[in-house]
């Protein structure tokens, strides 16, 4: 055991007995219970194979080797190396099959769910290609619904979503680059787009800084999007996420590159866009001025989710003169007995809101919406009634609450979240004025990003008329023409 210990199987050839065979698998991976090796008997020669319970399914591997190799001639004797030969050629009808004569190379083949045959007296494997994992079916997207569309979502099979793709994209144009991340995980991630149509630039600076990721272990994509994104500590999404197989593939009919991964429903596309943060993939399913009223609400939302809270805090602080009299009065009359002022109040209010809000999220679903429901009811109402905020305020969270979730891109209305608080305390401190120098230093930030080297207000700034046909407005399909390097 010793001499295996320090033989350095990293970087050597397998073995071909099967006691050390086995020892170094054993040294490397431990006796663990669920790791099984079963010999079989072909004429003068030792066949073993190797397996993970649960992770790989080799019945139907041993039965048709064993039927294959019944039918074929029994007599004689044979070398190991010749053994090995009609076992490839005869005794293997299933799967994919590769030889291998290292150790790392069988070992990742082994975790990932294959099967390994090793012939006794021959120091190369066969690698099995039986992984049968237990998987969830295709679902309906739960972060990203829509009333017309289709209704599949991705699951945690990497083949399963790229199949998802490729059946919406049947063309011999579509290219996959697989790779693993992870030094203790070593994730299958697979990079997805059109040949001809991705930007070569965007590929090779995305090859470059997943080389580059030095990451002990990847079991989510945000992983990767942490590791990729231009602005590490931006408080906007520069990496677009979706669970839709019809979203990824009309993004790769674009020009852009999808980035799956083994584990997760949720795959990364890039470059990403600020205005893509709010076109749905409901726009193209419906009609075209219908789809382009939607999307002006959706930005006229955000600014409602953005700035209402330090709004109505600036006007009732700053301001007064900026209402109208009998709407003053009326809030005068409201805040007569709040014993904090409009920032203080707005603050109780917006986190019990993201408290209700959390709550609600990790609550069963059978209770967690009714749970969050009643309780901004009776927690606003209560508040009113004990005179700790007033009505109005009440009213401009909740609608600050209901623009939020209109936004499409669940990343974006977690930026809008935390952009919130700050305009509200620059607000309460500032007044209007603090609001207009923070939507300037918001819009030069913007300006500033980079999506792997594009634009991250591309079409906006600068203004490109002839790309406006799919920005702030949809029009009809034989006008849009959409490519996001003519953004």
Request: aromatic share 8%; with cysteine; hydrophobic share 45%.
């Amino acid at each position: 055991m010793n001499q295996v210990e320090h033989s350095g199987w990293e970087h050597e050839h397998i073995h071909s007995e099967r006691t050390q065979f086995v020892e170094v698998l054993k040294h490397r991976l431990g006796d663990s219970p669920d790791i099984i090796y079963r010999d079989i008997a072909y004429r003068n020669n030792t066949v073993l194979i190797v397996y993970v319970e649960g992770m790989s399914d080799p019945k139907s591997l041993i039965d048709g080797m064993l039927e294959n190799l019944d039918a074929a001639d029994s007599s004689g004797e044979e070398s190991p190396e010749q053994a090995y030969e009609r076992l490839k050629k005869q005794g293997i009808t299933m799967g994919r099959v590769r030889d291998t004569d290292h150790y790392t190379e069988l070992i990742s083949a082994l975790l990932a769910g294959g099967s390994i045959i090793f012939v006794e007296g021959h120091s190369i494997c066969l690698l099995v290609g039986t992984e049968s994992l237990k998987q969830r079916g295709v679902e309906e997207a739960s972060s990203q619904s829509v009333v017309r569309g289709p209704r599949e979502g991705f699951t945690e099979s990497l083949r399963n979503n790229t199949a998802l793709v490729r059946r919406r994209i049947q063309s011999p144009m579509v290219r996959i680059e697989q790779r693993r991340l992870g030094e203790q995980t070593r994730t299958n991630i697979a990079i997805m787009y059109m040949e001809g149509m991705a930007d070569k630039d965007v590929l090779n600076e995305l090859r470059t800084r997943l080389d580059q990721a030095q990451l002990s272990s990847v079991l989510e994509s945000s992983y990767i999007e942490e590791m990729i994104q231009d602005r590490r500590y931006s408080p906007f999404p520069t990496i677009f996420n979706s669970e839709r197989p019809d979203v990824i593939a009309s993004a790769i009919l674009e020009g852009r590159v999808a980035i799956l991964m083994e584990g997760t429903p949720f795959v990364l596309i890039v470059p990403s866009l600020f205005v893509q943060a709010f076109q749905s993939s409901e726009d193209y399913y419906q009609r075209a001025d219908f789809a382009s009223l939607v999307r002006l609400l959706r930005y006229f939302c955000f600014v409602l989710a953005l700035l209402t809270p330090s709004f109505y805090i600036a006007i009732t602080t700053f301001h007064q003169e900026m209402i109208p009299t009998n709407l003053l009065i009326s809030l005068i009359g409201q805040r007569e007995g709040v014993p904090f002022p409009a920032f203080v109040e707005a603050l109780i209010m917006e986190i019990t809101f993201e408290i209700l809000r959390e709550a609600g999220i990790r609550l069963p679903k059978s209770i967690g919406q009714s749970v969050s429901i009643v309780g901004t009811l009776v927690i606003g109402q209560a508040a009113v009634d004990a005179g700790l905020v007033s009505a109005a305020m009440v009213i401009v969270v909740a609608i600050t609450a209901i623009a939020n979730f209109a936004l499409p891109a669940f990343n974006l209305g977690i930026s809008v979240r935390m952009l919130r608080f700050l305009l509200m305390a620059i607000a309460a401190s500032f007044g209007l004025y603090g609001i207009m120098i923070s939507l300037i230093t918001i819009a030069l930030h913007l300006c500033s990003l980079q999506s792997l080297g594009v634009p991250y207000m591309s079409s906006l700034a600068p203004l490109k008329r002839n790309s406006q046909k799919d920005t702030l407005l949809r029009l009809s399909q034989r006008m849009v023409k959409k490519h996001f390097r003519e953004n």
